[in-house]
Each structure stands twice: as structure tokens, then as C-alpha cells.
């Protein structure tokens, strides 16, 4: 199966087999026009929400394209919510944590702007890179062929992450070196598997301020590390969201 190809906007009824799906505007240009799809070819297309129809084109033009559906499938959504808060990072180390948690399975992003962050969203900022990110995360998802297109949250300080930390049924995790146990080990545990949701908290290139690991720990969050090394702001996230997909039966 070469590509996936999504209509957000569809109920998943519409993926019915024997039914035509179109696909128009911006999504079809690029499929026609970059990716050369032809009339033939089999290919998948999505509503980024767990329905997945498979099916073969039946017509092309400039900017929208047919599939008759011969097979359908839903993903459901986890027992256990993988959600990373990543801190905005200077460049674009953040959107690469966004690129890379896409492909490793995480099913919700949250942006969290640390006391160390360089990087700062103000109010028009806050809009324009929620909106890159969910860009960011779509375009993983299709290429990584995911039934489920993870959910970009609106930005988030330390105050919210200390309310996730507090709430019901969500564990969440802040990785960093001061932590008393490795992620491995909290994974295997009972509190990972209870949990409905769990929340990996990575800090900026600075790192966690003292007071922000401090706040977290006192509302109800777990410091814990990885391993020996330390990993860029970029790389620890996808690194723990490996440890957890082992550990919770999703790979």
C-alpha cells in the first residue's frame, strides 16, 4: 500500500464498502500533480479518526480524485492515551519531536512553554504554531499510513500540567536526570497500566527549572529517567514513548 490520503471531515459511515470517497482541494493537487496517482492504483484514504477505507482510483482530475471502497477497518481509540507535553524549543527541534512522536504512536501533543523555553508563543504566535504542529503531525501521519491523526492541544504552562498531574486516572511523567527510577521499570507497573491516560513531560535545551520538577512532583507527577545518557529536547519524548509502547503491549 503506497499511500494514505485523508478527509477529515467524513463520519466513518462514509467509508463504506462499495461507496466512492473524493478527495478535493489541496490533498488531491498534491496526490495528482507531486505524487502522480493514477486511475488503478490502490491506495487508502482516511478521516484521521480510525476509519480506513482501501479501494482503487476510479477517477482523477487536477484537484480531486475517487476511490470505489473494497475493504473498510476502524481503529479504536487506546485503553491508555500516550500524550506528550513538549516544550517550545528554539529552530525546529519542537516540530521534530512533533514529527518523530507522529510516527512512534503518540496520540496527543500538548506544547508547554517552560520557564528555559527560548522559543515564546505571545497570542497571535500561540495560533499560528498550534496550527503548524497539527500541519506537522498530519503529514507524519500519512506518511507513517496511521488511522488516527494525534490531536494537537492548545499551548499549556506548568500550571496545567500540575492540573493533569492531579487529575483522575492521568499519570504523567517528567523525564530528567534527577529522577529516582527508570521509565522502564514506572512502565511495567501497575500505576502505567491503570492509568487512562499517560503524560510525558519533556523540558526545553535549558532543561526543567528546579521549582518546575519541584511543583510537578508535588502534584502528584513522577521524575524518572531513561537511561545513562541525556537526550535533546527533541529525541526524549519519541525515546519514551518507545518505552512505553513496549512496555503497555501497543508494539
Not at 51 to 59: F, K, M
Amino acid at each position: 500500500m503506497a499511500n494514505l490520503y485523508y478527509r477529515e471531515e467524513l463520519p466513518a459511515s462514509a467509508f463504506a464498502v462499495g461507496g466512492v470517497v473524493e478527495i478535493a482541494g489541496d490533498e488531491a493537487r498534491h496526490a495528482v500533480r507531486v505524487s502522480r496517482l493514477r486511475v488503478g492504483e490502490r491506495i487508502l484514504v482516511g478521516n484521521g479518526r480510525g476509519a480506513l477505507g482501501e479501494g482503487v482510483v476510479e477517477a482523477t482530475d487536477k484537484d480531486r480524485f475517487a476511490v470505489r471502497i473494497e475493504q473498510r477497518s476502524d481503529a479504536a481509540a487506546p485503553e491508555t492515551r500516550l500524550v506528550l507535553a513538549q516544550a517550545l524549543a528554539k529552530g525546529d527541534r519542537d516540530e521534530r519531536a512533533v514529527e518523530q512522536a507522529t510516527e512512534f504512536g503518540v496520540d496527543a501533543i500538548v506544547p508547554w512553554e517552560a520557564s528555559r523555553s527560548v522559543s515564546r508563543w505571545g497570542t497571535e504566535k500561540r495560533e499560528k504554531g498550534v496550527a503548524k504542529w497539527a500541519r506537522t503531525a498530519r503529514e507524519a501521519s500519512k506518511q507513517s499510513m496511521r488511522p488516527r491523526i494525534p490531536v494537537i492541544r492548545d499551548l499549556e504552562r506548568l500550571s496545567g500540567l500540575c492540573s493533569h498531574a492531579a487529575s483522575d486516572g492521568v499519570a504523567v511523567v517528567a523525564l530528567h536526570p534527577r529522577g529516582d527510577a527508570r521509565l522502564s521499570e514506572w512502565a511495567g507497573g501497575d500505576a502505567a497500566r491503570a492509568a487512562s491516560e499517560i503524560v510525558i513531560v519533556v523540558g526545553p535545551e535549558g532543561g526543567f527549572a528546579d521549582e518546575e520538577l519541584d511543583a510537578l512532583e508535588a502534584a502528584g507527577a513522577r521524575t524518572l529517567v531513561l537511561g545513562d545518557s541525556v537526550l535533546r529536547t527533541s529525541s526524549a519524548g519519541p525515546a519514551g514513548l518507545v518505552v512505553l509502547n513496549t512496555a503497555l503491549g501497543r508494539w
